[in-house]
């Protein structure tokens, strides 16, 4: 049955964030984007169940105001920092006696390539197709309709640990809610914040949420890597409230008001009144002191995304340099830190191509272009495409989604 809405739900830490659209007569409308406070969240995961399912309900029962049929089709981002990815190859024989490749040996190979060694309490989210490979014949996108006798599939296998995946089905199906598909994070981001230029010449994405922060590599148009490092943007506040024994959401505000990610851009005459942000508070402190505390954090988090890459031999050689999405991505200073500490390009990012896919949606900008919500619009991108729905530019006319490969399954970088 065609289902008419995607709900993009994107379950933080801190904070849970939601996209709803709605395909009416085939024309693809932006009906609501807000957030929500999170609770029973620890680094990305489910810690408390009674917590969680009150803070989605509430979520899902503004989506439910909307209709109700919309919490039957929910994109569910996966947060956990408890992933890992391997290479893995699965090769079949072409099975018709005229050599010509169709969908169920395109299906068997990808199959044939999730057969990897799992630890325990493990389970596979993603299989990622890099390429096909025909009879030798590699860097094939589409095998579909052409001959041999051999078909071949590399693919990127990530699995994740087994009982946070299904905390989070089980808070969701609880409150009457089905899931349509879960993503990783950094895959959602990079779906909404890339354009496929940035892919081909190589890019990352690294998502800065509150307690962690997720990492997605690309480069000729194919995901090299990804990882998740349990650091984020909520350290920079806890680390605040012991250096000034203030307490943590008076950190946060103050972080947010006068953090800086590059302390010597900071005058050093600049002063912030305690008091502004503690009711009872005295005094004043040093605004380059506060940044000195951003700058250490922020930094540390840049260690996790250059150690990777060094690992993946892609440190200071990505053209397109870095795309910072996430809550954390929004702290001033942030690419100027990333330039001067991994020597590339580096970017705030927000949903590409936003004219084509939500250009009626004028209301909605200020989401739209917040890194914040870009793993939420991610969602729901992602969702149009395994939907099969088709997508209107900015004039009501629509165009098919080039290159929609439904069998891939949950996502397709």
Request: aromatic share 6%.
């Amino acid at each position: 049955m065609r289902k008419n809405f995607i709900v993009g739900l994107d379950v933080g830490t801190a904070s849970i964030k939601v996209v709803v659209l709605e395909n009416q007569n085939r024309r693809i409308i932006l009906r609501a984007v807000f957030k929500e406070p999170s609770l029973g969240m620890r680094r990305g995961a489910i810690e408390d169940l009674t917590e969680a399912s009150q803070a989605v309900g509430r979520a899902l029962q503004e989506v439910k105001k909307i209709s109700k049929s919309a919490l039957k089709n929910i994109y569910v981002s996966i947060g956990t920092p408890l992933v890992k990815a391997q290479n893995s190859r699965g090769i079949v024989a072409v099975s018709r006696a005229d050599n010509e490749i169709y969908k169920d040996d395109i299906d068997r190979a990808i199959r044939a390539s999730q057969a990897v060694n799992l630890g325990p309490n493990r389970m596979i989210i993603h299989t990622i197709t890099r390429e096909f490979i025909i009879d030798g014949v590699g860097e094939i996108s589409e095998p579909l309709g052409l001959s041999g006798s051999r078909l071949e599939v590399s693919s990127l296998v990530i699995d994740a640990f087994a009982p946070h995946i299904k905390n989070l089905i089980k808070v969701i199906e609880l409150i009457g809610g089905e899931i349509g598909a879960l993503v990783f994070s950094p895959l959602s981001a990079s779906r909404s914040s890339l354009t496929k230029a940035q892919k081909d010449l190589g890019v990352a994405v690294v998502d800065i949420g509150a307690s962690t922060t997720g990492l997605a590599v690309y480069e000729e148009n194919r995901l090299v890597n990804i990882a998740k490092f349990p650091i984020g943007a909520a350290n920079i506040s806890n680390d605040i409230a012991v250096g000034l024994k203030i307490p943590v959401g008076a950190a946060e505000n103050l972080k947010l008001n006068y953090g800086y990610a590059i302390s010597r851009d900071v005058g050093a005459k600049e002063s912030i009144e305690i008091k502004k942000f503690v009711a009872e508070g005295k005094g004043v402190v040093s605004r380059r002191f506060v940044s000195d505390i951003v700058e250490a954090r922020m930094a540390e988090i840049l260690d996790f995304v250059g150690d990777e890459l060094k690992l993946l031999g892609k440190a200071g050689k990505l053209v397109g340099g870095l795309v910072f999405v996430g809550g954390g991505s929004k702290l001033p200073g942030l690419t100027e830190l990333a330039k001067q500490e991994l020597k590339l390009f580096s970017q705030i990012g927000f949903t590409a191509d936003e004219e084509r896919w939500f250009g009626q949606s004028s209301a909605f900008t200020e989401h739209i272009e917040d890194p914040e919500f870009a793993t939420a619009f991610g969602l729901v991108q992602t969702g149009v495409e395994q939907e099969g729905w088709q997508v209107g530019d900015s004039n009501g006319s629509l165009n098919i989604l080039a290159g929609f490969k439904k069998f891939i399954g949950y996502f397709k970088p």
